[in-house]
């Protein structure tokens, strides 16, 4: 088995979770390297939209911005903001990769403060596009390393929404009918969500983990798939692509 | 239409379309000459109190010549919309020049990290906030460019940046869903940073337009920085490149290199080295004052600025990168 560190292991997973011919939107950092890796394995195809308007760029290395001229680069369009996010409001995108400071059991994202919100202990930058996104793409998928600091029971501030409150409460709240988190992607495990109560659930545990040690490093009590996985490591070309042609200089693989 | 939920966050501009076009009415429709000293448009159409928007996305084609006149002549008390507000933000943070703060993204400045000076100013409690999204802050520019109250969208329902913010879930009278209403944001003055414009306003720019065309059509007063004047033969030859059109715009001011150290799409990429420089400076006091008397106070104008910063040969190198012009072997 190849050396690999667990951000190379998450860009990898997520990667293979882009099929051939479908569009995601991303953002900075290491959802673009999971696009950018998807195009170059198993899915040429795929469609990356950036909100801030680059539709189906040829990206020549990581942007630095959702904005910046890479995100453009010999694209279809450089559009505005409201094409690519009236794209996903129409039901267009598939796929969007978020992070978050917290995130609960239902999948819902804090981006916003810690404490109280006209008070804040800390204030973090808000929504972005992270809301739009989860609101509008059909499966939300969240990267993020884990540890009970970020995986809590309640979220200081719900910035932007998962399954909410659990059960139907989503489509009870009025957001697109269809739409919701998908998949977790964690340093540790892959989670999905119960269908039922919507519950976060363990369906894959990576190499070196066990479901104990990932029910230890969350804040909250995660249910456990009837059958879990070993999470297949990355392949020595996937390694090989992400540091030599993806991210030279381990901007994002190297944190 | 009965209101379901109303956020309880501030509006801090009004959205009634009838006094927008009230202001509307007494602009001028004449093809006149516009040209000003950037610092003379500042002073003219930028006022303490003003609600600001600002072009661009991130550091990316925003008139940052024109947010450091803004923080050298000490305005002050303005509202400001956060719209992926990133470097802008972190200079009008600088100037303490706002204090009620429409936030989709603020304070972080992307892959890069968080400015020190704008999440200490935010967290003070000197800045009133009100939460949104970048799409939300994108449908309140187009119903204000639409002139219409709102627009209904489909997403914040059932969050806390809902509840934090001042738009409205209401029932759809069509499909019986529920929709939430985005007010129109009308700004009182915006700046937007360009790569060509004629003497009366005619403006093109390349590149992705983020929400600049809605924000040019939805603003009251509209100051154009262009990294070059051209003729008005050449703006009349192609119209179909035109962006936005001269009865917009209140000042044009031909600013080169007018959004360094941000990118400017097909001219020059940001300046990785300073915009790393500010946001450490940033973390002594000491050391921001007199980074701060360097760059902005002690500059007479963007020239200033620049010729602090590696004058032409920078200028060179970054158009260089934004050409990627070293994989041409």
């Known amino acids: 088995m190849a050396d690999f560190n667990t951000m190379e292991l998450m860009i990898s997973i997520a990667a293979r979770e882009l099929e051939n011919g479908a569009s995601v939107g991303v953002g900075t950092g290491a959802p673009c390297a999971a696009a950018m890796l998807a195009q170059k394995t198993a899915s040429p195809d795929l469609v990356i939209m950036f909100e801030a308007g680059g539709i189906r760029p040829r990206l020549p290395e990581m942007p630095i911005s959702v904005g910046d001229s890479r995100t453009f680069y010999k694209a279809s369009m450089a559009g505005s903001m409201g094409d690519a996010m009236e794209a996903c409001s129409r039901g267009f995108v598939d796929y969007t990769f978020l992070g978050g400071a917290q995130i609960d059991i239902y999948g819902n994202l804090n981006s916003t403060v810690i404490g109280d919100h006209k008070k804040p202990k800390v204030r973090f930058p808000?929504?972005?596009?992270?809301?739009?996104?989860?609101?509008?793409?059909?499966?939300?998928?969240?990267?993020?390393?884990?540890?009970?600091?970020?995986?809590?029971?309640?979220?200081?501030?719900?910035?932007?929404?998962?399954?909410?409150?659990?059960?139907?409460?989503?489509?009870e709240s009025g957001l697109p009918e269809g739409t919701g988190p998908y998949k977790i992607i964690t340093d540790m495990a892959i989670m999905d969500f119960e269908p039922e109560s919507k519950r976060m659930r363990v369906i894959s545990i990576h190499p070196g983990h066990s479901f104990e040690n990932v029910q230890e490093n969350c804040g909250f009590?995660?249910?456990?798939?009837?059958?879990?996985?070993?999470?297949?490591?990355?392949?020595?070309?996937?390694?090989?692509?992400?540091?030599?042609?993806?991210?030279?200089?381990?901007?994002?693989?190297?944190? | 239409m009965n209101t379901v939920e109303a956020g309880q966050g501030v509006l801090f501009t009004d959205p009634d379309p009838d006094k927008a076009r009230q202001f509307f009415r007494t602009k001028n429709r004449k093809m006149i000459r516009k040209v000003m000293e950037l610092k003379d448009a500042i002073e003219k159409f930028v006022h303490d109190g003003d609600y600001l928007a600002i072009g661009g996305f991130g550091a990316n084609r925003t008139p940052m010549a024109a947010c450091h006149e803004i923080v050298r002549q000490g305005r002050k008390n303005m509202g400001f919309a956060g719209h992926t507000a990133t470097h802008d933000m972190e200079v009008l943070s600088a100037g303490e020049v706002y204090n009620r703060l429409d936030v989709a993204y603020v304070i972080g400045l992307e892959a890069r990290g968080l400015s020190a000076c704008s999440r200490k100013y935010v967290e003070s409690g000197k800045v009133e906030v009100t939460e949104w999204t970048n799409y939300s802050l994108t449908a309140r520019l187009k119903a204000a460019a639409m002139g219409v109250p709102f627009v209904p969208t489909r997403n914040v329902m059932g969050t806390d940046t809902f509840k934090e913010s001042a738009s409205?879930?209401?029932?759809?009278?069509?499909?019986?869903?529920?929709?939430?209403?985005?007010?129109?944001l009308y700004p009182d003055v915006s700046v937007i940073h360009v790569h060509e414009c004629d003497v009366y306003g005619n403006a093109r720019f390349k590149g992705i337009a983020v929400s600049d065309i809605d924000l040019a059509n939805a603003t009251k007063r509209l100051i154009i920085t262009t990294e070059r004047l051209v003729n008005h033969d050449e703006i009349a030859r192609d119209p179909s490149s035109t962006r936005i059109p001269y009865f917009l715009v209140d000042a044009v001011c031909e600013v080169p290199f007018g959004a360094y150290p941000g990118t400017m799409p097909y001219e020059y990429f940001s300046d990785e080295v300073h915009l790393k420089e500010w946001l450490a400076v940033e973390k002594d006091p000491d050391e921001f004052k007199a980074f701060l008397q360097k760059n902005i106070f002690g500059c007479k104008d963007h020239e200033g600025y620049i010729a602090v910063n590696g004058g032409a040969k920078k200028m060179r190198d970054l158009r260089a990168k934004e050409l990627l012009l070293s994989r041409e072997v």
């Not at chain 1, 540890?147 to 979220?155: A, D, G, Q």
């Open chain 1, 126 to 171: 808000g929504s972005g596009g992270a809301n739009d996104f989860a609101s509008f793409c059909w499966k939300m998928m969240v990267m993020t390393p884990q540890n009970t600091k970020r995986f809590v029971e309640k979220l200081d501030f719900l910035t932007t929404p998962g399954w909410l409150e659990g059960g139907n409460s989503r489509m």
């Open chain 2, 168 to 184: 409205k879930i209401v029932e759809c009278p069509y499909t019986g869903k529920k929709v939430v209403l985005m007010p129109a």
């Open chain 1, 221 to 255: 009590q995660l249910l456990k798939a009837g059958h879990i996985e070993q999470t297949a490591p990355p392949t020595d070309e996937e390694l090989r692509l992400l540091r030599e042609e993806i991210d030279p200089y381990r901007y994002v693989i190297g944190r």
